[in-house]
């Protein structure tokens, strides 16, 4: 199953945290990647955050594998999850051949 989880900063690290915990954050979301549970990223452009489509058996799973980031652990971060599929109405527009 595909589940965007869209991230905010809802409780900004101080400067001071910003260094120690983004030395967690970067490699914690890389392992996400590298592990086949994050398939796409981007920064959000209109607040800090950031959008994962990811790849997870639920969106239990899903909560889970962000919820583990350093951010979001450390009260920084939260996210909504969203589980998305094929646009199935889009059938409606093939016409059925006869065999």
């Known amino acids: 199953m595909k589940v965007f989880a869209i ?4 409780n900004p690290p101080s400067p001071e945290q910003q260094p120690q915990v983004m030395a967690k954050e970067v490699p914690a979301t890389l392992q996400l990647y590298l592990d086949g549970k994050i398939e796409q990223f981007w920064f959000r452009q209109d607040r800090p955050g950031v959008f ?3 790849d997870a058996q639920s969106v239990e799973e899903a ?3 962000v919820q583990a980031l350093p951010l979001a652990a450390g009260g920084f971060m939260t996210f909504e999850l969203t589980p998305v599929g094929p646009l199935a109405p889009l059938g409606r527009l093939i016409q059925k051949q006869a065999a």
């Open 7 to 10: 991230g905010s900063i809802t």
């Open 63 to 65: 909560r889970a594998a």
């Open 52 to 54: 994962f489509l990811m």
